[in-house]
């Protein structure tokens, strides 16, 4: 790495001697300590009142099934039965209760009996209606438009702030900086010899204040450090900039097997009609075992039917494949084994994220860390008040001193490559920087 760019990493990394925490003295190298944790400190400041929000939205969503089933439990509710009425006569109905002119897009059906049938509609007007229909009786229970229900706005807020592209930019760079205060978080935790148990693995009640409230910062962050990364990093899965490059990735490796989709066309024989929707679901059916079935139906007279059996909270149970609408050939299989090592990471990203993968025990875990994640801003903040000088705002200053090692300057390279919106955002700082000391230095000249 250059010298130049290595002098201005220093520069920006760089803490006042004066203000490194009272035990760090003692550590083998307390100049690089207070690199850190100036540089904790900042990636805090920044990025705590956006992960605030998202956490907080993060663990309102994690039970949204349940919470969503409970309070639109006339939509989303049936008593199971052992008669079924045709999913034609469901999807008949369901389309009599949609708009003149709304196209049928999608059916759902879920593993568990207590949910009914769920249609996706395409409007005119280009909205996505949700009707849902007890397949036990075939009555309509009521409908919603994608984008309007409390927890749409949830995750409006979750991803984007509601505010546009704007807000997803916002999220994205919060997300990465969190992982960066995850990691310096941890270096700055590490006991570097110390054996005592207060301070370390169990948080003090009494003493100083700062020590106190440094360890309920420290300690638990300590803790939820590993699941809070592995939360935050499977939620750039969904962002613009990692998302889409790990999208492009998936495109150039040739490893979404839903690049299949072009030659999975429907035969069309003359004379020949699409078999209908019971017929679809039975050869679904006999192809694999799962019971929760999504089914993307076709949109033109040589589209196929998109099959994607299985839970996403429970990739393994994943198969994928296309059906001739008219002949029932089975095309694209693909199951857990035969996805591509990639398109599996990606899979697997969801129920990471959403605390899903291993049921409730990882629910629960998901959102003690999201609440944790919110938490740590107040620690933090109570941190920095206590230790504050007085009359002072008590923000860690540069200094010249200190030389970054050559594998702290790589990991920093790697973050940056890894997320680039923390990558754009370093080299932003490091222009701005520089452009900063070139201002004053004329400045002081003139």
């Not at 220093?10 to 690089?32: C, F, H, K, Q, Y």
């Not at 944790?37 to 969503?61: E, K, Q, S």
């Not at 035969?338 to 409730?360: E, F």
Request: proline content about 5%.
């Amino acid at each position: 790495m250059s010298s130049p760019l290595q002098q201005a990493v220093n520069e920006i990394t760089d803490v006042n001697n004066t203000a490194g925490d009272e035990e760090s003295t003692s550590s083998p190298s307390p100049r690089l300590y207070r690199v850190i944790w100036r540089w904790h400190f900042y990636a805090g400041l920044f990025a705590w009142p956006v992960l605030v929000i998202v956490a907080l939205t993060g663990a309102l969503y994690v039970f949204r099934p349940e919470l969503e089933q409970r309070f639109n439990a006339a939509m989303m509710t049936v008593e199971p039965q052992t008669q079924r009425v045709s999913c034609e006569t469901q999807l008949a109905n369901a389309k009599a209760t949609a708009p003149a002119e709304a196209r049928a897009t999608a059916m759902l059906l879920r593993a568990d009996p207590t949910w009914p049938t769920q249609f996706a509609f395409s409007t005119k007007d280009g909205n996505n209606l949700n009707i849902f229909v007890n397949q036990h009786t075939g009555v309509v229970q009521g409908s919603y438009v994608y984008g309007n229900s409390f927890f749409d706005l949830v995750m409006t807020i979750h991803r984007r702030l509601a505010g546009g592209v704007t807000g997803r930019i916002a999220v994205e760079l919060a997300t990465s900086w969190g992982i960066i205060l995850a990691i310096t978080g941890l270096y700055l935790w590490w006991p570097r010899g110390r054996d005592n148990v207060l301070g370390v693995w169990l948080p003090r009640f009494r003493g100083k204040n700062y020590l106190v409230w440094r360890d309920w910062h420290a300690v638990p962050g300590f803790y939820a450090a590993v699941f809070a990364i592995l939360l935050m990093f499977t939620g750039l899965f969904y962002t613009m900039g990692f998302g889409r490059g790990y999208q492009r990735m998936l495109d150039v490796t040739n490893s979404n097997p839903t690049s299949f989709a072009e030659t999975a066309k429907s035969v069309r024989q003359p004379g020949a009609v699409p078999l209908p929707l019971d017929e679809i679901i039975a050869i679904a059916g006999r192809t694999q075992t799962e019971k929760e079935l999504y089914i993307d139906l076709p949109n033109n007279a040589e589209a196929s039917v998109y099959v994607y059996a299985g839970s996403s909270d429970r990739p393994h149970t994943l198969t994928q494949f296309y059906i001739d609408q008219y002949s029932g050939s089975v095309m694209g299989l693909a199951g857990w084994a035969q996805l591509p090592l990639l398109y599996k990471i990606q899979l697997l990203a969801y129920p990471i994220h959403a605390g899903t993968i291993l049921g409730w025990p990882t629910r629960v875990l998901a959102l003690l860390t999201c609440l944790l994640l919110a938490a740590m801003g107040v620690t933090g903040l109570a941190m920095w008040w206590v230790r504050r000088p007085k009359g002072k705002a008590g923000f860690p200053q540069k200094s010249k001193e200190v030389q970054l090692s050559k594998w702290l300057i790589l990991l920093i390279g790697l973050l940056g490559v890894l997320m680039p919106a923390a990558g754009i955002s370093m080299i932003v700082i490091l222009v701005g920087d520089w452009m900063g000391r070139l201002f004053r230095q004329r400045f002081q000249a003139g």
